[in-house]
């Protein structure tokens, strides 16, 4: 049976905690950069909401239907970006629109997890090796591209969407681990082939710190915890973090904003913020957990991935506990395709929860495309 949306199913715990979070994000960028950044932000913040709103009333199975159009139209966008795409600092990432820049390697992360949960949404007997197989190049592709930019984060987030996804259709123990020992076997050649010398020098920075050769490598790691480090409990207070003021800490408005967040407002309110985090990702398993329809539910599990992923790769990377891959705090952080992305994926998992559909059958899946 096929139910349409129901208001009284928006999510009332979520939603407000995604609001104390973008507030904390637009208080902290305005401490970090200046007030054309908070301008930009704003504008951001309210176009993502009005999207988020409007997303609301397409039915999310609709999403299905466009799937591998989306996906091809995405993966052509990145193509055109290595040839066409104007560089900023080394990086081939972003197309200019006058004052504002478009990323397109930030929407295929949601195109990837709707083409994959299309792909795999029912598997009556278990996925197969081919399945496995289609599903890796699905995810091979475009990481390819990504990494090409270069743009390392916004690529390793991709593989552990793919693992989620997988798992959550109903991979088997063996092909997992097979999976998992291909990854490590291929490691060497992703270190050759792909990865750029100053990607190594970090990670080298960041595994053997005193066996970095360039200083520089373990600079924002090091700026990172000084940062962290003289916020204490409390904090120096909004505005008058040394590191912040006086400029020693790099990219302190987007990678680094939790570095800032920690300095100025103190060890006891950035758990606060982890708090709300931790309360937007238990909301978002919950939905995942209720949700029966097989489509919906591998979205979600995706899309929940991705979220935990950026949050904990970004906060270890401020805390000096992950390797700096450029990735930034979901809601928080400086950018708009970051923004963009992040409300049209906490619209979909709305989207989800408030239409309930109950075993949806496959037929009915494609009855109502």
Request: charge should be positive; charged fraction near 10%; proline fraction near 3%.
């Amino acid at each position: 049976m096929i139910k349409s949306i129901r208001p009284k199913n928006f999510d009332w715990i979520m939603f407000p905690v995604i609001c104390i979070i973008l507030a904390i994000g637009i208080l902290f960028i305005w401490s970090a950069s200046s007030e054309k950044f908070l301008y930009k932000q704003l504008v951001w913040t309210l176009g993502g909401l009005v999207l988020f709103f409007i997303l609301l009333y397409f039915d999310y199975i609709s999403f299905a239907c466009y799937a591998y159009v989306i996906y091809v139209s995405v993966l052509l966008l990145l193509m055109l970006l290595l040839i066409l795409g104007g560089t900023i600092k080394g990086s081939q990432r972003w197309f200019s629109l006058g004052s504002f820049s478009f990323q397109p390697s930030e929407f295929m992360k949601i195109t990837l997890i709707l083409v994959l949960a299309r792909f795999l949404r029912y598997k009556k007997y278990g996925l197969g090796l081919l399945d496995i197989v289609i599903a890796i190049l699905l995810t091979l592709i475009p990481m390819v591209l990504i990494m090409k930019q270069p743009d390392l984060g916004t690529a390793l987030v991709l593989v552990p969407i793919l693992f989620s996804i997988l798992y959550a259709a109903g991979i088997r123990l063996f092909y997992l681990l097979l999976l998992i020992g291909s990854g490590f076997a291929l490691a060497p050649l992703f270190w050759i082939y792909l990865l750029k010398s100053y990607q190594k020098l970090r990670i080298i920075g960041f595994l053997w710190p005193d066996k970095a050769e360039d200083w520089g490598a373990g600079y924002h790691r090091l700026q990172s915890l000084i940062a962290v480090g003289s916020g204490g409990l409390t904090g120096s207070g909004w505005g008058n973090g040394i590191q912040n003021r006086m400029k020693f800490l790099p990219e302190r408005h987007t990678d680094f904003i939790f570095a800032v967040i920690a300095e100025e407002w103190g060890f006891l309110r950035a758990c606060f913020l982890l708090l709300l985090y931790l309360v937007f990702i238990a909301c978002g398993i919950g939905i995942a957990g209720s949700t029966r329809d097989p489509f919906g539910r591998l979205v979600v599990v995706g899309l929940v991935t991705m979220f935990v992923t950026q949050i904990v790769v970004n906060i270890g990377m401020n805390l000096g506990i992950a390797p700096i891959v450029g990735m930034t705090l979901p809601f928080v952080s400086y950018g708009g395709s970051s923004m963009l992305t992040s409300f049209i994926a906490l619209s979909i998992i709305f989207n989800i929860k408030m239409r309930a559909k109950i075993d949806l059958a496959s037929r009915h899946f494609y009855d109502i495309q």
